[in-house]
């Protein structure tokens, strides 16, 4: 056995592609050669299906398996929190570099008196003194570095990873995202991208299997321009029959239903040779769910598929014969063809090519003047949104097939350039065809995919739909599940509006020059600060196909159309919603790399459930798979797989939201507990005359981001609400709060370094001042340097982990164990540590220093004082956002129901009862005759009151 | 969690608990009696230590004396402290020769320890026109731990110190031993003597003040009456070659320590800022309510 091999290819989009040819030797015989495709190819990771056994070859293994190979891609994802981390890291990076230089130069200026820089009692070693000056100083500034490098909060970055993992089970554990149907809940391939899910600006989405249910059901099929459609109601009879064709040509429709296609039949658990109860025991299985469909369709008209058997396709008819048919040839199904064929050879010798494929395949295949009536009905099927199908015949004689058969077998051998030669060799078959009829077979609209990108839309995020489907079934999807609403102005830039002349370069130029000025109009110049503010203005959609895609993006070598792609890019990003219909798989990812690469650079997710939408969910920031009925690639090279369309509404608006804000705040959180940390060692320096003394003990030095401070901040970025999960999902407004990384901008971050600053401030000089006395103890024994450091330290334990609890919205007993926990610990430890004479210690400075200072009356008033101070700011901020988003959300606000106390007691006046009446009328949304009464007001606040039913398939309106 | 119908209250709270706080811990600083006296003796002051400022331990000491009046009575126990400004005991220098292992009972080399404060005092009372000694005591100054756990001698060789200590070099700044230092008294000679123990205590800040003795015994256990007192002084530490200085301070204590005006004043203002921001909140809460008042009108 010999095995040849095409080149391996490790580009991602190419994980189905494979090229090889097997040459079998038997004693005495001519070897025989088969060809390799991918449909020979298991990948990494597959199970046996339907089979007990297979005899296979291992081709690639280890890293080079194509599953290796395409799994390289993800790590590259970084998000938008670690791009802020980096820069906020410069910046205390030259903090510290600061530090160190101003303490490295005050300690010269300071030692130039010889009394500070020798005095008695304190005089230099030799050594000391016969280093060389630069030498010295260079040895301080880097002493000085290593005093204060805890500035730098490297646990941050082990904090950051074990938040992400330990923060992604939550994604999934969420009931709400399992799906009784498959059995499986959401699915988490990478956890570096969680906070990313709050930033998104841009979705991409698949139609089928994504916006759709994927799962086909045969709706009417035309012959020969008559219609034949199943009733719903029974008293018509099972059929409903629009004119008739001819008997023949309605058989050899069904016979083409019955036999173009791939699909399988999957038998019960038990077999047996009764082929009567097929239909009980045995269920169709294929890679398209079409094709099921059609299938189904065909028996439901008489002529039921029974499955293949040595290389006959048995089908039986209507009068219940059983028909066999030798199956010689499949053509594939591909995506640039977008058709398939089978040819068969019939009982009586015939050979038949049966062909099935888009119409716009199709049509051109076939004899012209059959189109006219098919057209019609074609047509109005996709304006319902229905996926149409075209099937065309043709009869071949021997000598035609002998050729065929030639032409196919050399295509299948070629180890070059085989899916071209191939295309080639379909391409010359499929010709001169006879159209015999078309199918419409329905997708319903997945549940509530209407409702979630309403909610997408209302959070901010553009929904930008990229399917591979014809424009009018596309549309009307789109419309049905309101990415378009009636009133959204529609602009075209398909093949209808562009056309098919040779001048459509100049008619495309024409189009985007009008609708870039008619848009310009629409948003003028000055309200562009506004990133978001489309929302407010008159809606406009955008419909693009492929081949005017490609125009735009490779034009010809015509130079004065090398603009269209910014032009088109701004006429993009000005409009609510997008559809890309008739879209290559490849496309899709230049779409999605052409709105990445924009201006602000935005964050973009693409959701999809087929092998046509990996090349997107791998070039987009977040990748996200729906694990549909087509296979589980998407799924698995995406970086979360949902197992519904719908699931990704509460994963971008409460688990994103929430991941986001977990994560920036303890991002904050670190940067800020640190600095108030180091500060007061800082300023100490200017009170020990420079000399590196730290003030805190080595033990709090490294156990204070360890083990004092590191749990509450974990347990907060797991578990923290700020909003609970049932607002976000239902008031998608709030995604907007967090949108361009709005907690990680400079601002935040100077807040949370000037609270910092002033908390060390605090510290520091608070004791130092309480030092000036240093006898604190009721019987006048003084404190010493060590005692010092230690009420600074904890006061400053106590005054970060109390500045997150003001912090923590939604508490659990997780919370509450690790805040009042640490604070323990802290205590505890601080006992114990100064409680024993350690042996491996030189000094035992610590020594009885924490039990000495609780003694002391004066010091416990210091440390509460201090702790109030230091909190003081962060109270104010939160009481005084609290009143004032009070009286701007509800001006008749509950302060007065809380407080009526005081108000009584001041005189304020106030109706009371009158105002918890017109609430809870304006919260019911039936205020009448109050028009700036606060049901108004509360109204805004809930956006979405209750939607309209829709049907799943609503008429196009245009 | 702080909306206005709790903060309201808290601020209020808060503000007359700090104040109630910082009026008690004013007032008991304000009854503390405290009294410094310079005796660095700067050269052209007229002080009668100026003549002793080039003493050292090793020179010999030299005796100088300070007279100075109690106009109201100090109730007892009267602290008595030495403080030294301009001193860095917190130097890292300083601090790392420093070895507590061998405090516990092994011999040394420190510079800690070899700067040991080695001025001596002793205090009178006029007393019908003669000085009467007052009794200062010694024991207990230093923390209970430090002078019975942290600092051991080393072990007694044949019953004595001095033998243990046999082969360890005197501090070079010492006038005497370590086993000499309170020669008479065994519990309180060498590494346990709690004037080396406070010493070496050092010191967070580089003004500081430690405990010298206390007065509490004898006909001065209630107290110093006021009258005419005379310090005498055995002046051995030079201070100047640093341009520091060096104080007596005689304090009472009470239950907050010494004198510490700092801690009564920041709740004084602390509590005044709560109540302060409680008014402002409150008339920011007002205007709102009048103004929902007017636009429900």
Known sequence: ????????????????????????????????????????????????????????????????????????????????????????????????????????????????????????????????????????????????????????????????????????????????????????????????????????????????????????????????????????????????????????????????????????????????????????????????????????????????????????????????????????????????????????????????????????????????????????????????????????????????????????????????????????????????????????????????????????????????????DKMETAKSTCYACRLFQTNTELLELTTKTVGHSERKEDRLHELLMEYHKRLLQDFPKNRGGHKRSWMLNHEYGLIIDGSTLSLILNPSQDSSSSNYKTIFLQICLKCTAVLCCRMAPLQKAQIVRMVKSTKGSPITLSIGDGANDVSMILEAHVGIGIKGKEGRQASRNSDYAVPKFKHLRKLLLAHGHLYYVRIAHLVQYFFYKNLCFILPQFLYQFFCGFSQQPLYDAAYLTMYNICFTSLPILAYSLLEQHINIETLTSDPQLYMKISDNAMLQWKPFLYWTFLGAFEGLVFFFGVYYLFQNSSLEDNGKVFGNWTFGTIVFTILVFTVTLKLALDTRFWTWMNHFVIWGSLAFYVFFSFFWGGIIWPFLKQQRMYFVFAHMVTSLSTWLAIILLIFISLFPEILLIVFKNVRRKAQEHPLSSCSLKLPAITAFLGVNKSNIQIENQREVGAEGTSRGHPSSPASCLRQHHPYPNYPIHATNQKCPL | LLSAGIALPLFFALGLAGLAVGLGLHFSSGTIRELELDYTGAPRSNHDCARCTNASATSGPCLCTLRFELAEPFPGPVCLYYQLSNYYQNHRRYGVSRDDLQLSGDPWGLRVANSLFNDTFTLHRLVNGSFMPVPLDSRGISWWTDSNVKFRNPELVNGSLATAFWGTAKPPNWPCAAYLLDAGNPNNTGFVNEDFIVWMRTAALPTFRKLYRRVHQGNFSAGLPHGTYRLDINYSYPVLPFKGTKKVILSTVSWMGGKNPFLGIAYLVFGSACILTGFVMLAVHIKYQQQNQMDED
């Open chain 1, 1 to 468: 056995m010999e095995l040849s091999m095409g080149h391996i290819s490790s580009r991602s989009e190419r994980l189905f592609r494979f090229v090889g040819r097997i040459n079998i030797y038997r004693s005495n015989q001519e070897p025989i050669a088969r060809s390799l495709g991918p449909e020979n190819l298991l990948l990494k990771g597959s199970t046996l299906k339907n089979t007990k056994k297979i005899y296979g070859v291992a081709v690639y293994t280890g890293m080079e398996t194509k599953m290796a190979l395409n799994y390289q891609g993800k790590s590259q994802k970084r998000s938008a929190v670690e791009k802020s981390i980096n820069a906020f890291l410069v910046v205390y990076l030259c903090i510290l570099l600061s530090k160190a230089t101003v303490c490295t130069t005050m300690k010269y200026v300071w030692q130039s008196n010889p009394f500070n820089d020798e005095p008695w009692y304190n005089e230099k070693t030799k050594k000391e003194k016969e280093a060389f000056k630069v030498l010295r100083m260079f040895t301080d500034f880097l002493s000085f570095m290593v005093l204060f490098n805890f500035i730098i909060p490297v646990s941050m970055y082990v904090t950051v990873e074990m938040q992400k993992f330990l923060g992604s089970f939550f994604i999934s554990w969420d009931k709400e995202m399992y799906d009784e149907e498959i059995k499986e809940g959401a699915l988490v391939n990478t956890s570096d991208l969680n906070e990313e899910l709050g930033q998104v600006e841009y979705v991409f989405t698949d139609k089928t299997g994504t916006l759709t249910e994927n799962s086909m059901e045969f709706i009417e099929c035309c012959i020969d321009g008559h219609k034949y459609k199943e009733s719903i109601s029974e008293v018509d009879g099972p059929l409903k029959y629009y004119g008739k064709a001819e008997k023949c040509r309605e058989e050899l429709f069904l016979r083409a239903l019955c036999l173009c296609h791939t699909v399988q039949i999957k038998e019960g658990d038990q077999v047996d040779g009764l082929i009567g109860h097929l239909e009980h025991r045995s269920t169709y299985i294929s890679s398209s769910p079409d094709e099921i469909a059609l299938v189904k369709g065909a028996k439901k008209y008489g002529f039921s598929f029974l499955g293949l058997e040595n290389d006959y396709m048995k089908v039986k008819n209507q009068n219940n014969e059983t028909e066999r048919y030798q199956l010689l040839h499949i053509l594939n199904f591909d995506p640039v063809r977008r058709r398939m064929s089978v040819i068969v050879r019939t009982i009586t010798g015939k050979l038949l090519l049966f062909c099935k494929g888009a119409d716009s395949s199709i049509f051109p295949k076939v004899q012209q003047d059959e189109i006219q009536q098919t057209k019609a009905h074609v047509d109005r099927n996709a304006m319902d949104g229905y996926r149409t199908l075209c099937v065309a015949f043709k009869e071949l004689s021997q000598e035609e097939y002998d050729q065929i058969d030639k032409q196919i077998c050399e295509a299948k051998m070629a180890l070059q350039d085989r899916e071209e030669k191939m295309a080639k060799v379909f391409e010359d078959i499929e010709a001169n065809m006879h159209l015999i009829g078309a199918t419409a077979v329905e997708d319903k609209l997945q549940e509530q995919a209407a409702e979630t990108i309403e909610a997408l839309h209302a959070a901010g995020m553009k929904v930008w739909v990229l399917t591979g």
